[in-house]
């Protein structure tokens, strides 16, 4: 069965400190991959998604980026974090299915909260 | 594009009751329709899902929904609510040959003993 690794699960940083999120998918190949963000009483906003290695869609233009260096591996960034990017982070998979059909299912979601 | 209203974004129901969340639609296309929970501090759990065939769902827990096209609904059922329901609940849509969801904006529910 597929499985969704995402960490760290609780980060605390500074203003202006980069930042690095990891997910790994086990269980399937060539899924597609998502990155969404969701603030304190809010739902979620789509970030990134990939469709394959090196292939990144950026959905909200913003100071976060995303990187896909394995066909399993899903990575966001940023160089200098500010306090509006605190949040729960949510990353996701997906595989086709026939007639167009794509249900995501997500990991356990990193808490970043930005101080 | 397509979008999705959630109506209420709180309900409360005694342990026992009803539960029926709300959710309409808007799609140009025939939509895929989905029903996700979230515990606190977790991730989201799919819930259900219609894709084709019958318009009837069954999920897991016991949660049910209903596709009504003429309504552009796909409301959350429960007959019977348990203190362990009360979680956020998001539906979501999607069209064929999308890559991602789109989500309304959650209901949260609380159950009350």
């Known amino acids: 069965s597929q499985t969704i690794h995402q960490w760290p699960a609780t980060l605390v940083q500074p203003v202006g400190s980069p930042l690095s999120l990891e997910c790994t998918v086990e269980g399937t190949s060539n899924p597609n991959l998502y990155w969404y963000r969701q603030a304190a009483g809010r739902g979620l906003q789509l970030l990134f998604y990939s469709v394959g290695i090196g292939q990144i869609s950026s959905e909200v233009p913003q100071n976060l980026s995303a990187s896909r260096p394995q066909d399993r591996q899903f990575i966001l960034s940023s160089k200098k974090l500010l306090l509006s990017d605190s949040g729960f982070y949510l990353c996701?998979?997906?595989?086709?299915?026939?007639?167009?059909?794509?249900?995501?299912?997500f990991g356990e979601g990193s808490w970043l909260t930005v101080v | 594009a397509q979008s999705v209203t959630q109506l209420g974004s709180h309900v409360s129901v005694s342990e026992g009751a009803l539960v029926l969340l709300r959710c309409n639609y808007s799609s140009s296309v025939p939509p895929y329709l989905f029903w996700y929970v979230q515990y606190p501090n977790q991730g989201l759990q799919l819930l259900l899902k219609?894709?084709?065939?019958?318009?009837l769902v069954k999920g897991i827990n016991g949660f049910e929904a209903e596709f009504k096209k003429s309504e552009t609904s796909f409301h959350l059922t429960k007959p019977s609510a348990h203190m362990s329901d009360a979680a956020e609940y998001f539906c979501?849509?999607?069209?064929?040959?999308?890559?991602?969801?789109?989500f309304g904006s959650g209901t949260r529910l609380q159950v009350q003993p």
């Open positions: 979501a849509v999607s069209e064929a040959g999308r890559r991602a969801l789109t």
């Open positions: 219609y894709t084709t065939g019958a318009t």
């Open positions: 996701a998979w997906s595989v086709w299915a026939p007639g167009g059909e794509n249900t995501i299912y």
